[in-house]
Protein backbone atom coordinates (compact mmCIF):
# COMPACT_ATOMS: atom_id res chain seq x y z
CA UNK A 1 0.00 0.00 0.00
CA UNK A 2 1.74 3.26 -0.96
CA UNK A 3 0.35 6.76 0.28
CA UNK A 4 -1.66 9.51 -1.00
CA UNK A 5 0.66 12.92 -1.55
CA UNK A 6 -1.87 14.52 -3.21
CA UNK A 7 -5.88 15.48 -3.25
CA UNK A 8 -7.32 17.61 -5.71
CA UNK A 9 -10.97 18.33 -5.24
CA UNK A 10 -13.25 20.07 -7.79
CA UNK A 11 -16.65 21.61 -7.89
CA UNK A 12 -18.56 20.80 -11.24
CA UNK A 13 -21.71 22.06 -12.42
CA UNK A 14 -23.42 19.68 -15.21
CA UNK A 15 -27.07 20.29 -16.91
CA UNK A 16 -29.01 17.27 -17.05
CA UNK A 17 -30.33 16.61 -20.31
CA UNK A 18 -33.70 17.15 -18.69
CA UNK A 19 -35.10 18.64 -16.03
CA UNK A 20 -35.37 15.69 -12.80
CA UNK A 21 -38.07 16.42 -10.37
CA UNK A 22 -38.98 14.68 -7.14
CA UNK A 23 -41.21 15.57 -4.35
CA UNK A 24 -38.13 17.81 -3.21
CA UNK A 25 -38.16 19.97 -6.35
CA UNK A 26 -37.22 20.22 -9.44
CA UNK A 27 -33.32 19.68 -10.74
CA UNK A 28 -31.70 21.06 -13.87
CA UNK A 29 -28.77 20.88 -13.30
CA UNK A 30 -26.29 19.10 -10.62
CA UNK A 31 -23.39 20.30 -8.88
CA UNK A 32 -20.93 18.04 -7.05
CA UNK A 33 -17.89 17.59 -6.16
CA UNK A 34 -15.03 14.85 -7.55
CA UNK A 35 -12.09 14.14 -5.31
CA UNK A 36 -9.16 12.49 -7.44
CA UNK A 37 -6.01 10.83 -4.59
CA UNK A 38 -2.83 10.61 -6.17
CA UNK A 39 -0.18 7.95 -4.61
CA UNK A 40 3.54 8.35 -4.24
CA UNK A 41 4.18 6.17 -7.44
CA UNK A 42 1.63 9.01 -9.15
CA UNK A 43 -1.78 6.20 -9.89
CA UNK A 44 -5.05 8.46 -9.67
CA UNK A 45 -8.11 7.51 -7.77
CA UNK A 46 -11.39 9.20 -8.15
CA UNK A 47 -14.48 9.47 -6.49
CA UNK A 48 -17.47 11.51 -6.88
CA UNK A 49 -19.47 12.66 -4.07
CA UNK A 50 -23.57 12.47 -4.27
CA UNK A 51 -23.89 15.38 -2.03
CA UNK A 52 -26.13 17.73 -3.96
CA UNK A 53 -26.19 21.62 -3.64
CA UNK A 54 -28.95 21.61 -0.88
CA UNK A 55 -29.72 19.74 1.87
CA UNK A 56 -33.07 18.21 0.40
CA UNK A 57 -32.63 14.43 -0.11
CA UNK A 58 -30.58 14.38 3.23
CA UNK A 59 -28.56 16.74 5.81
CA UNK A 60 -25.37 16.98 3.58
CA UNK A 61 -24.61 19.62 1.12
CA UNK A 62 -21.87 20.32 -1.57
CA UNK A 63 -20.92 22.96 1.03
CA UNK A 64 -20.92 20.73 4.25
CA UNK A 65 -19.23 17.71 1.90
CA UNK A 66 -16.59 19.70 1.39
CA UNK A 67 -16.33 20.82 5.02
CA UNK A 68 -16.12 17.46 5.80
CA UNK A 69 -13.45 16.49 3.45
CA UNK A 70 -11.13 19.79 3.67
CA UNK A 71 -11.43 19.59 8.23
CA UNK A 72 -11.12 15.85 8.55
CA UNK A 73 -11.08 13.85 5.59
CA UNK A 74 -7.98 14.83 4.24
CA UNK A 75 -6.10 15.20 7.46
CA UNK A 76 -6.70 11.80 8.07
CA UNK A 77 -4.94 10.64 4.70
CA UNK A 78 -1.82 13.03 5.59
CA UNK A 79 -1.66 11.27 9.18
CA UNK A 80 -1.99 7.75 7.91
CA UNK A 81 0.05 7.42 4.95
CA UNK A 82 -0.51 4.69 3.43
CA UNK A 83 -4.55 3.66 3.82
CA UNK A 84 -6.65 0.92 2.72
CA UNK A 85 -10.47 1.70 2.10
CA UNK A 86 -11.34 -0.40 4.80
CA UNK A 87 -9.04 1.00 7.06
CA UNK A 88 -9.89 4.56 6.47
CA UNK A 89 -14.20 3.52 6.54
CA UNK A 90 -12.78 2.20 10.22
CA UNK A 91 -10.59 5.56 11.04
CA UNK A 92 -14.09 7.64 9.75
CA UNK A 93 -16.40 6.17 11.79
CA UNK A 94 -15.22 8.02 14.54
CA UNK A 95 -16.64 10.99 13.03
CA UNK A 96 -20.69 11.16 13.27
CA UNK A 97 -22.42 11.82 10.22
CA UNK A 98 -21.68 13.02 6.75
CA UNK A 99 -21.49 9.93 4.69
CA UNK A 100 -21.40 11.34 1.25
CA UNK A 101 -18.05 13.06 2.07
CA UNK A 102 -16.91 9.97 3.46
CA UNK A 103 -18.07 8.09 0.52
CA UNK A 104 -16.67 10.17 -1.61
CA UNK A 105 -13.35 9.74 -0.22
CA UNK A 106 -13.68 5.86 0.04
CA UNK A 107 -14.40 5.47 -3.10
CA UNK A 108 -11.31 7.65 -4.90
CA UNK A 109 -9.30 5.17 -2.45
CA UNK A 110 -10.77 1.98 -3.72
CA UNK A 111 -10.58 3.24 -7.39
CA UNK A 112 -6.75 3.91 -6.51
CA UNK A 113 -6.06 0.12 -4.98
CA UNK A 114 -7.90 -1.52 -7.54
CA UNK A 115 -5.73 0.60 -10.56
CA UNK A 116 -2.62 -0.02 -8.40
CA UNK A 117 -2.90 -4.00 -8.55
CA UNK A 118 -4.22 -3.63 -12.04
CA UNK A 119 -7.33 -4.83 -11.11
CA UNK A 120 -11.21 -3.53 -12.10
CA UNK A 121 -12.68 -2.05 -9.10
CA UNK A 122 -15.89 -5.05 -9.89
CA UNK A 123 -13.10 -7.55 -9.63
CA UNK A 124 -11.28 -6.30 -5.74
CA UNK A 125 -15.04 -5.68 -4.66
CA UNK A 126 -15.35 -9.44 -5.59
CA UNK A 127 -18.30 -9.11 -7.93
CA UNK A 128 -18.91 -12.03 -10.90
CA UNK A 129 -21.55 -10.46 -13.12
CA UNK A 130 -19.95 -8.95 -16.41
CA UNK A 131 -23.49 -7.31 -16.73
CA UNK A 132 -25.79 -5.84 -14.30
CA UNK A 133 -29.37 -5.67 -15.01
CA UNK A 134 -31.23 -2.15 -15.08
CA UNK A 135 -34.10 0.06 -14.97
CA UNK A 136 -34.46 4.06 -15.09
CA UNK A 137 -35.45 6.34 -12.55
CA UNK A 138 -38.14 8.71 -14.39
CA UNK A 139 -39.08 12.35 -12.71
CA UNK A 140 -42.70 13.68 -12.43
CA UNK A 141 -43.79 14.84 -15.54
CA UNK A 142 -45.68 17.97 -16.49
CA UNK A 143 -48.67 15.93 -17.81
CA UNK A 144 -49.82 12.27 -17.51
CA UNK A 145 -49.48 12.39 -21.28
CA UNK A 146 -46.07 13.26 -21.06
CA UNK A 147 -45.42 11.05 -18.91
CA UNK A 148 -46.41 7.89 -21.35
CA UNK A 149 -44.72 9.54 -23.81
CA UNK A 150 -41.21 9.50 -21.65
CA UNK A 151 -41.87 6.03 -20.31
CA UNK A 152 -42.63 4.33 -23.78
CA UNK A 153 -39.36 6.29 -24.86
CA UNK A 154 -37.13 4.43 -22.46
CA UNK A 155 -39.10 1.05 -23.14
CA UNK A 156 -38.48 1.37 -26.96
CA UNK A 157 -34.46 2.37 -25.42
CA UNK A 158 -34.52 -1.37 -24.11
CA UNK A 159 -35.35 -0.23 -20.06
CA UNK A 160 -36.92 -3.38 -19.05
CA UNK A 161 -38.10 -1.62 -15.59
CA UNK A 162 -39.45 1.62 -14.63
CA UNK A 163 -39.69 3.52 -11.71
CA UNK A 164 -41.35 7.00 -11.60
CA UNK A 165 -41.60 9.37 -8.91
CA UNK A 166 -44.62 10.12 -6.70
CA UNK A 167 -46.30 12.28 -4.57
CA UNK A 168 -49.68 13.05 -2.85
CA UNK A 169 -51.59 13.90 -6.22
CA UNK A 170 -49.11 12.53 -8.73
CA UNK A 171 -49.44 8.72 -7.61
CA UNK A 172 -52.70 7.04 -8.55
CA UNK A 173 -53.62 8.73 -12.10
CA UNK A 174 -49.83 8.02 -13.48
CA UNK A 175 -49.91 5.05 -12.47
CA UNK A 176 -53.41 4.13 -13.68
CA UNK A 177 -52.54 5.47 -17.23
CA UNK A 178 -49.03 3.76 -17.37
CA UNK A 179 -51.22 0.17 -16.52
CA UNK A 180 -53.65 1.31 -19.42
CA UNK A 181 -51.12 1.99 -21.90
CA UNK A 182 -48.30 -0.54 -20.93
CA UNK A 183 -49.91 -3.96 -19.67
CA UNK A 184 -47.06 -5.81 -18.63
CA UNK A 185 -44.69 -2.76 -17.66
CA UNK A 186 -42.63 -3.99 -14.78
CA UNK A 187 -42.97 -0.81 -12.77
CA UNK A 188 -42.34 0.85 -9.51
CA UNK A 189 -42.38 3.91 -7.79
CA UNK A 190 -40.48 6.45 -5.20
CA UNK A 191 -42.26 8.78 -2.81
CA UNK A 192 -38.91 10.07 -1.62
CA UNK A 193 -40.65 10.31 1.89
CA UNK A 194 -43.37 12.53 0.60
CA UNK A 195 -46.83 11.13 2.46
CA UNK A 196 -48.09 11.07 5.73
CA UNK A 197 -48.15 7.37 7.71
CA UNK A 198 -51.50 7.80 7.66
CA UNK A 199 -52.17 7.46 3.90
CA UNK A 200 -50.82 3.52 3.96
CA UNK A 201 -54.38 2.80 2.96
CA UNK A 202 -54.55 4.68 -0.47
CA UNK A 203 -50.66 3.72 -1.57
CA UNK A 204 -52.02 0.29 -0.70
CA UNK A 205 -55.22 0.71 -2.74
CA UNK A 206 -53.67 2.24 -5.79
CA UNK A 207 -50.37 0.11 -5.97
CA UNK A 208 -52.58 -3.21 -5.73
CA UNK A 209 -55.02 -1.85 -8.74
CA UNK A 210 -52.19 -0.93 -10.75
CA UNK A 211 -50.03 -3.76 -10.09
CA UNK A 212 -46.41 -2.09 -8.55
CA UNK A 213 -43.90 -4.31 -7.73
CA UNK A 214 -42.43 -2.19 -5.64
CA UNK A 215 -42.98 0.90 -3.75
CA UNK A 216 -40.12 2.87 -2.35
CA UNK A 217 -39.30 5.18 1.14
CA UNK A 218 -43.08 6.12 1.24
CA UNK A 219 -42.85 7.75 4.82
CA UNK A 220 -40.25 10.15 6.22
CA UNK A 221 -37.03 8.77 7.24
CA UNK A 222 -37.69 7.84 11.19
CA UNK A 223 -41.22 6.52 10.27
CA UNK A 224 -40.08 2.87 10.42
CA UNK A 225 -43.39 1.72 11.83
CA UNK A 226 -45.30 3.02 9.24
CA UNK A 227 -43.42 1.17 7.04
CA UNK A 228 -43.69 -1.69 9.04
CA UNK A 229 -47.22 -1.40 8.84
CA UNK A 230 -47.23 -1.05 5.25
CA UNK A 231 -44.67 -4.20 5.21
CA UNK A 232 -47.93 -6.61 6.88
CA UNK A 233 -50.32 -5.83 4.52
CA UNK A 234 -48.18 -5.38 1.02
CA UNK A 235 -48.44 -7.92 -1.39
CA UNK A 236 -45.88 -5.46 -3.15
CA UNK A 237 -41.71 -4.76 -1.66
CA UNK A 238 -41.59 -1.98 0.59
CA UNK A 239 -38.06 -0.50 0.02
CA UNK A 240 -36.26 1.91 2.22
CA UNK A 241 -33.90 4.25 0.88
CA UNK A 242 -33.64 7.23 3.21
CA UNK A 243 -34.11 5.88 6.19
CA UNK A 244 -31.41 2.96 6.34
CA UNK A 245 -27.63 5.31 7.12
CA UNK A 246 -25.85 2.57 8.05
CA UNK A 247 -25.59 -0.67 9.20
CA UNK A 248 -27.18 -0.33 13.22
CA UNK A 249 -29.86 1.44 10.81
CA UNK A 250 -30.91 -1.71 8.66
CA UNK A 251 -30.60 -4.25 11.76
CA UNK A 252 -33.02 -1.63 13.49
CA UNK A 253 -35.26 -1.45 10.28
CA UNK A 254 -34.71 -5.33 9.63
CA UNK A 255 -35.84 -6.18 13.19
CA UNK A 256 -38.83 -3.92 12.89
CA UNK A 257 -39.51 -6.11 9.49
CA UNK A 258 -39.97 -2.44 8.17
CA UNK A 259 -38.49 -3.40 4.65
CA UNK A 260 -38.83 -6.45 2.23
CA UNK A 261 -36.25 -4.64 -0.37
CA UNK A 262 -33.15 -2.16 0.16
CA UNK A 263 -32.13 0.16 -1.98
CA UNK A 264 -28.12 0.86 -1.69
CA UNK A 265 -26.11 3.57 -2.18
CA UNK A 266 -22.43 3.94 -1.48
CA UNK A 267 -22.80 8.00 -0.52
CA UNK A 268 -25.90 7.53 1.76
CA UNK A 269 -23.73 5.10 3.58
CA UNK A 270 -20.51 6.36 3.85
CA UNK A 271 -19.05 3.85 1.40
CA UNK A 272 -18.07 1.33 -0.90
CA UNK A 273 -17.30 -1.37 2.01
CA UNK A 274 -20.69 -0.80 4.48
CA UNK A 275 -22.76 -0.84 0.63
CA UNK A 276 -21.14 -4.57 0.42
CA UNK A 277 -22.11 -5.04 3.93
CA UNK A 278 -25.53 -4.43 3.64
CA UNK A 279 -26.08 -6.48 0.26
CA UNK A 280 -24.84 -9.46 2.00
CA UNK A 281 -27.12 -9.10 5.12
CA UNK A 282 -30.09 -8.31 3.34
CA UNK A 283 -30.18 -11.18 0.93
CA UNK A 284 -28.93 -13.62 3.70
CA UNK A 285 -32.25 -11.87 5.76
CA UNK A 286 -34.40 -12.61 2.66
CA UNK A 287 -34.48 -9.17 1.14
CA UNK A 288 -34.08 -8.00 -2.15
CA UNK A 289 -31.46 -5.60 -2.07
CA UNK A 290 -30.11 -3.55 -5.37
CA UNK A 291 -27.97 -0.55 -6.09
CA UNK A 292 -29.57 3.35 -7.10
CA UNK A 293 -28.45 5.84 -8.22
CA UNK A 294 -28.11 9.85 -7.44
CA UNK A 295 -28.01 10.97 -10.94
CA UNK A 296 -24.04 10.63 -10.62
CA UNK A 297 -22.12 11.33 -13.79
CA UNK A 298 -19.86 8.35 -15.08
CA UNK A 299 -17.27 8.82 -12.60
CA UNK A 300 -20.23 7.91 -9.66
CA UNK A 301 -21.93 5.17 -11.81
CA UNK A 302 -19.04 3.39 -12.42
CA UNK A 303 -18.77 2.69 -8.80
CA UNK A 304 -22.65 1.68 -8.40
CA UNK A 305 -21.86 -0.57 -11.58
CA UNK A 306 -18.97 -1.99 -10.01
CA UNK A 307 -21.25 -2.59 -6.82
CA UNK A 308 -23.83 -3.81 -8.78
CA UNK A 309 -21.64 -6.68 -9.90
CA UNK A 310 -22.01 -8.52 -6.74
CA UNK A 311 -23.92 -11.39 -6.11
CA UNK A 312 -26.39 -10.15 -3.44
CA UNK A 313 -28.19 -7.11 -5.46
CA UNK A 314 -30.64 -9.24 -7.45
CA UNK A 315 -33.06 -6.56 -8.59
CA UNK A 316 -32.68 -4.40 -11.84
CA UNK A 317 -30.44 -1.18 -10.21
CA UNK A 318 -31.10 2.63 -10.65
CA UNK A 319 -28.15 2.88 -13.20
CA UNK A 320 -29.07 4.12 -16.63
CA UNK A 321 -26.95 4.29 -19.74
CA UNK A 322 -24.74 8.16 -19.74
CA UNK A 323 -27.34 9.55 -22.46
CA UNK A 324 -30.09 9.48 -20.02
CA UNK A 325 -28.28 12.03 -17.58
CA UNK A 326 -25.54 14.12 -19.52
CA UNK A 327 -24.33 14.56 -22.99
CA UNK A 328 -21.54 13.86 -23.43
CA UNK A 329 -21.11 12.04 -20.42
CA UNK A 330 -17.73 13.36 -18.15
CA UNK A 331 -15.91 9.89 -19.04
CA UNK A 332 -15.01 7.60 -21.90
CA UNK A 333 -16.14 5.04 -22.63
CA UNK A 334 -19.49 6.30 -22.08
CA UNK A 335 -22.47 3.80 -20.53
CA UNK A 336 -24.59 2.45 -23.42
CA UNK A 337 -27.55 0.03 -22.91
CA UNK A 338 -27.07 -3.05 -23.73
CA UNK A 339 -29.32 -6.77 -24.38
CA UNK A 340 -32.00 -7.49 -22.10
CA UNK A 341 -31.73 -4.15 -20.34
CA UNK A 342 -28.22 -4.18 -19.34
CA UNK A 343 -24.99 -2.26 -18.55
CA UNK A 344 -21.77 -3.56 -18.67
CA UNK A 345 -19.09 -3.83 -16.08
CA UNK A 346 -16.13 -2.05 -17.11
CA UNK A 347 -12.84 -4.85 -17.13
CA UNK A 348 -10.23 -2.30 -17.30
CA UNK A 349 -8.10 -1.38 -13.98
CA UNK A 350 -9.97 0.66 -11.23
CA UNK A 351 -13.41 1.87 -12.62
CA UNK A 352 -12.58 1.12 -16.28
CA UNK A 353 -13.20 4.75 -17.34
CA UNK A 354 -11.60 7.67 -17.78
CA UNK A 355 -12.40 11.54 -17.29
CA UNK A 356 -12.42 13.34 -20.60
CA UNK A 357 -10.28 16.31 -19.56
CA UNK A 358 -11.57 18.88 -21.43
CA UNK A 359 -15.13 18.53 -21.17
CA UNK A 360 -13.78 18.06 -16.94
CA UNK A 361 -12.42 21.32 -17.35
CA UNK A 362 -15.33 23.05 -19.02
CA UNK A 363 -17.44 22.80 -16.33
CA UNK A 364 -15.29 22.87 -13.52
CA UNK A 365 -16.60 25.65 -11.59
CA UNK A 366 -13.71 25.50 -8.36
CA UNK A 367 -10.38 24.19 -8.26
CA UNK A 368 -8.31 23.03 -5.23
CA UNK A 369 -5.24 20.86 -4.72
CA UNK A 370 -3.48 19.65 -1.28
CA UNK A 371 -0.30 18.15 -0.76
CA UNK A 372 1.22 15.89 1.85
CA UNK A 373 3.76 18.39 3.84
CA UNK A 374 6.91 15.83 3.50
CA UNK A 375 9.01 16.46 6.82
O1 LIG B 1 -34.52 8.51 -4.30
O2 LIG B 1 -33.55 7.14 -5.57
C1 LIG B 1 -33.75 8.31 -5.23
C2 LIG B 1 -31.98 10.75 -7.59
C3 LIG B 1 -31.57 11.71 -6.70
C4 LIG B 1 -31.90 11.58 -5.37
C5 LIG B 1 -32.63 10.47 -4.93
C6 LIG B 1 -33.04 9.49 -5.83
C7 LIG B 1 -32.72 9.65 -7.19
C8 LIG B 1 -33.14 8.73 -8.22
C9 LIG B 1 -32.34 8.72 -9.50
O3 LIG B 1 -34.14 8.05 -8.16
C10 LIG B 1 -31.73 7.39 -9.78
C11 LIG B 1 -30.69 7.51 -10.86
O4 LIG B 1 -29.57 8.00 -10.60
O5 LIG B 1 -30.99 7.12 -11.99
MG1 LIG C 1 -35.21 6.65 -3.59
Redesign the pocket.
Known amino acids: MVAVRRVQLDELELPLVEP?E?S?GV?RKRRFLVVQVESDDGELGLGECVA?KDPL?SSESVATARWMIETYLLPLLWREGAVHPQIFRDRVRLWRGHPMAKAAVEMALWDLWARRHRQSLSHVLGGRRRRVEVG??VGIQPSIPALVRRVGAYLAEGYGRI?I?VRPGWDEAPVAALRKEFPDLRLWV?A?QAYPASSGRSIRRWAIKYGVEQV??PFPERALAAHAALVRRAPFRVCL??SITDLASFETARSMKALTSL?V?AGRVGGLGTARELGRDAAKEGLRAWV?????TGIGRAHNVALASLAPFTFPA???ASD??YQPDLVEPAFQLGPRSTLSVPQGPGIGVDVVEPFYRKHRRRHHEYRRQTP
Not at 292 to 296: A, I, P, W
Request: charged residues 40%; hydrophobic residues 25%; proline residues 0%.
Open positions: FTFEAYVSKKDNEQDENKGGMLEDLSRY
